[in-house]
């Protein structure tokens, strides 16, 4: 079977790959022993068994289910309410409360009669931050995984962006240093705090290819119990913030309007769900798409998702959670934890037995197990699984979507295979083509091709003159069907569809060799078709500057520098090789892309450009992002998106990321790295030491990680997707009809382009780029300026997060997004900075935030700005300055208390500074005074 994919979207978690052989316990303390390092017993306060099986297979075969069936458990907008049973599950030991010892499964559960186990948030977070923290096995992760990183395509342009990138600037291996430093110093109280941290670092990368899944945080997901939509009254009001369950109420026959939400948790709605989305959105490009993370959405129920908002957060928010209406009225209730395992929790009593089992893979003792309470094994299957294993369903169980598609494709569901839906509308001349997805395996590669084949047939058939494709919650999927859906469209245009690698020291061994291996095989033989579409094989891919097959490993990997960095060829696919194109989808038979050599186009272009719209609401990433990139950007198609942040202005069609490549780190990564360095060994080569063994350098568990192998790049170019600002040609805001009615909704969008232009969102259009007028930057006055330093939500005991992530340990400002501000604003204050530009010494560059009362109604507004404040701290023996000529230290929100010793970080202040003239309204003056920060 062909084996390697070309899989850019959901990210496919990988079983992390193994020695032959796991150790037992005594053999893995003698190994720490070896090392000269403390035995796991004095970091975790309960032993894992010494005897039994393989217990790392236990881990993995309970979490089989979920890898081959839910995809990634930290994509966002794929995280699944239903946790599958396992028959071998453990015992549940009771209802026992305190540090970790949870309730089981069936007495946990909130939602009578559903599968999954939702726990208190606040009873979790007290396990979580009762699991100890072992500094030797982070720090030796940390190592392992700053090699990883070396694989990501865009380190330099995170660290220094172009002016059009919409979010701050990072600098991921520095980052990892700084939590090297934390862990040096001795201020990481639990498990909990460090993988915050990390994860903190990695979400600031914007990019939702670079993911982790492993260690505590793996075990679970937390939400809030409402699920919330943002709707325009009529779609010119700027919209508000409302529970869902309150707008489809006000739309019965005689129901009064429904009340917008005023306050969550004592805050403004906005500035609240502001922050959470700054914190808890995986791979936003900017605000809108970080803010339409957290709204419900039928295109995700459809596809078994749920918001950040209500039941995808990564991280603990608090324990109640009280909502206000502007009407008066008051709802109370609590945050919500979700538990993610196949397993039963309450064997796990202590914050040992978590560290044991989720951190080093480590089942608990047989006695805990023996002793707990019975219970009847559960095999609960969700309604989305049931309905999706039926053959014969053929479409969507959602009162958004119309219930009759006049198109679609074979076992339509979340598990079935089949996306994709065709519907012709009554008294109108749209056609719309609804793609949740590119994700296909099997089969499926096949009918979602035939199916498109089938819209576009019947469409001209009955006489549609024009389409919408609807791309809402698309995370992407198979390359070659972004391809073969816009060779269907376009048969007669190549698209450019261009990418690179990072060109590195570490990787060309891996490329040399595998090359090299590969240039051996039989063709046709097994290993020749595993290897065949390899990353590491460049040879069936197209140099598109000679227009031939790279001929070797060197021309393709360079390197070639842009950016400060290095960087391989450009490189385009070779869709006449059906060896090739079938390896790259997983099909099960040979898979022939529409329109090339293989299978060449035998009809004409069904519809002109000027009659294709596309649809989204920003949560567009990977292979979807491509597809709309050959679209819109190589065919002309005009864009509409939907939703955003409660301001006027430019939105970004593609709001999530727009890497080419998404590639499993064990499954595929280091199985590569794994085999390089046998074969260098095998021919006594000194290379063969290029990085340290992959599987005796780590110790953790990691259920799934991945990097962005490629990025995506335009036909003489050379700076990323990922980075350019691209709006859409229009947006529009949802309505409380749009929100629950796809029908109105892609009516609603079709006649903001053909018919009734005054539907777009004022001062929405105007920014949209083709292939032939170049990037546009975003507007000053519109685009949303990225958020200050993390919000930290919710107190943990002990927690210097974000004093650790952000300076005095320094690392870029990122979070409230401030609406009709520019990213970069220079301001006088002490000395201006941007994120290019930085700060002299040790001084850091900061949001600065002043409210201006313009006269002479006493109106203010908010005036933001990057400047330069010296850094202070009270922590002694650290070595940060503090301040001096008057000015005072500032603390910051996220100053905390570690143990017994304060240490309080901040921002030396000038007193209060006159005028903001330069910042406000034409013609008016104010005063300004500071917010601290």
């Known amino acids: 079977m062909l084996r390697s994919t070309l899989s850019l979207g959901v990210f496919s978690l990988a079983l992390p790959y193994l020695s032959s052989a796991t150790p037992a316990h005594d053999d893995l303390l003698s190994v720490f022993e070896r090392r000269g390092e403390p035995p796991l017993s004095t970091a975790c306060s309960s032993i894992v068994n010494p005897e039994q099986e393989r217990a790392r297979e236990w881990i993995i075969s309970s979490r089989n289910l979920q890898n081959d069936q839910l995809g990634s458990l930290r994509s966002g907008r794929t995280i699944y309410h239903h946790v599958l049973r396992v028959k071998e599950h453990l015992k549940p030991c009771g209802p026992t409360l305190g540090n970790c010892l949870l309730p089981s499964k069936s007495e946990a559960q909130i939602y009578i009669g559903q599968s999954e186990s939702i726990f208190n948030a606040r009873l979790v977070h007290d396990c979580l931050t009762s699991v100890p923290f072992n500094p030797t096995v982070a720090s030796r992760f940390l190592e392992y995984y700053k090699d990883t990183l070396q694989f990501h395509s865009t380190l330099a342009y995170l660290k220094t962006p172009p002016i059009t990138y919409q979010q701050p600037p990072v600098d991921l291996i520095d980052g990892l240093n700084r939590i090297q430093i934390a862990i040096n110093n001795g201020l990481l109280a639990n498990q909990y705090e460090y993988e915050v941290m990390l994860q903190r670092l990695i979400f600031s990368a914007h990019d939702s290819h670079l993911n982790l899944n492993a260690g505590v945080l793996s075990a679970f997901i937390f939400g809030s119990p409402w699920r919330i939509v943002c709707v325009s009254r009529d779609g010119v009001e700027l919209p508000r913030v409302y529970l869902e369950a309150h707008v489809q109420e006000s739309l019965r026959p005689g129901a009064s309007d429904a009340s917008p939400i005023a306050t969550i948790d004592g805050r403004p709605v906005i500035e609240f769900l502001t922050d959470y989305a700054a914190n808890n959105a995986i791979g936003g490009l900017e605000a809108h798409s970080d803010w339409n993370q ?10 078994g998702g749920a918001s950040i908002f209500s039941g995808a957060g990564t991280f603990y928010t608090a324990d109640t959670t009280t909502i206000k209406l502007e009407n008066g009225t008051r709802l109370d209730d609590h945050w919500r934890a979700i538990y993610l395992n196949a397993g039963d929790p309450s064997p796990l009593r202590t914050g040992g037995d978590f560290y044991n089992f989720f951190v080093l893979g480590y089942r608990p003792t ?35 979507y119309p219930s009759h598609p006049d198109v679609f494709q074979t076992d339509i569901g979340t598990f079935g295979g089949g996306f994709l839906t065709g519907y012709f509308l009554p008294n109108s001349s749209l056609a719309v083509l609804s793609i949740p997805s590119f994700l296909e395996i099997g089969g499926a590669v096949h009918t979602f091709s ?35 859906t816009f060779k269907q469209f376009f048969p007669w245009t190549n698209p450019y569809g261009g990418s690179q690698m990072r060109s590195h020291e570490t990787g060309s061994p891996i490329g040399q060799v595998l090359t090299k291996y590969w240039e051996t095989l039989p063709k046709e033989s097994d290993g020749y078709l595993n290897l065949v579409a390899s990353e590491w094989v460049p040879k069936n891919r197209f140099n598109p500057v000679t227009g031939r097959l790279f001929g070797s490993w060197e021309e393709y990997f360079g390197p070639y520098t842009a950016h400060g960095d290095g960087f391989s060829a450009v490189e385009q696919y070779d869709f006449a090789n059906v060896f090739f194109t079938t390896a790259s989808t997983g099909a099960d038979e040979y898979f022939k892309v529409y329109g090339t050599a293989g299978r060449p186009a035998n009809v004409s272009q069904p519809f002109e450009a000027n009659d294709i719209v596309i649809l989204t609401d920003a949560l567009c990433a990977s292979t979807c992002s491509l597809f709309v990139e050959m679209m819109h950007h190589d065919a002309g198609v005009k864009t509409v998106v939907v939703g955003g ?31 390089t360095q046998a074969k260098l ?54 309505t409380p009809r749009t929100v629950f009615n796809y029908t109105t909704l892609w009516q609603y969008a079709a006649d903001a382009i053909w018919t009734t ?45 974000n004093g650790i992530m952000n300076p005095p340990i320094p690392l870029p400002p990122a979070s409230p997004i401030h609406a009709d501000v520019s990213r970069r604003t220079d301001a006088a204050f002490e000395v201006a900075c ?39 701290t009270t922590a002694a023996g650290l070595g940060w300055t503090g301040c001096a000529g008057g000015r005072i230290c500032v603390p910051r929100k996220d100053s905390a208390t570690l143990a017994n010793a304060p240490i309080v970080y901040g921002y030396c202040w000038p007193g209060q500074e006159k005028l903001c003239v330069a910042g406000a309204p034409a013609g008016q003056g104010g005063y300004a005074w500071k917010k601290n920060r």
């Open 450 to 484: 035939k199916t498109i084949a089938e819209f576009l047939r019947k469409a001209k058939a009955v006489g549609k003159t024009k389409v919408l494709i609807d791309l809402q919650q698309n995370s992407g999927g198979d390359a070659l069907l972004a391809h073969d």
């Open 757 to 801: 232009p005054s539907l777009c969102v004022r001062g929405s259009t105007g920014y949209s780029s083709f292939n032939t007028t170049g990037p546009i930057e975003p507007p000053a006055s519109l685009t949303p300026k990225p958020p200050e330093a993390p919000f930290q939500q919710g107190n943990s005991p002990g927690t210097i997060i």
């Open 645 to 675: 942040r409660p301001s006027y202005g430019p939105m970004q069609a593609v709001g999530l990321t727009r890497g080419a490549r998404s590639y499993a780190v064990q499954l595929d990564l280091d199985s590569n790295i794994a085999f």
């Open 366 to 400: 047989p006695d805990q197990a023996n002793n707990a309470s019975p219970t009847e094994p559960t095999e609960t299957i969700s309604p989305t699984i049931t309905a999706s294993l039926q053959a014969t369903q053929t479409s969507w169980n959602n009162p958004a």
């Open 294 to 303: 957290l709204m419900a959405s039928a295109a995700q129920d459809i596809q």
């Open 681 to 734: 060994r095998d021919q006594q080569d000194p290379r063969s030491t290029f990085l340290p063994n992959r599987t005796t350098s780590n110790d953790v568990l990691i259920v799934a990680a991945s990097i962005n192998l490629r990025n995506q790049v335009r036909k003489n170019e050379s700076t990323p997707l990922q980075f350019l600002y691209d709006a859409a040609d229009c947006r529009i805001f949802n």
């Open 834 to 872: 941007d994120m290019n530009r930085g700060c002299p010494g040790t001084a850091a560059c900061v949001l600065f935030s002043e409210m201006c009362i313009v006269n002479p109604r006493g109106h203010t507004v908010q005036k933001n700005s990057y400047r330069c404040a010296a850094q202070c």
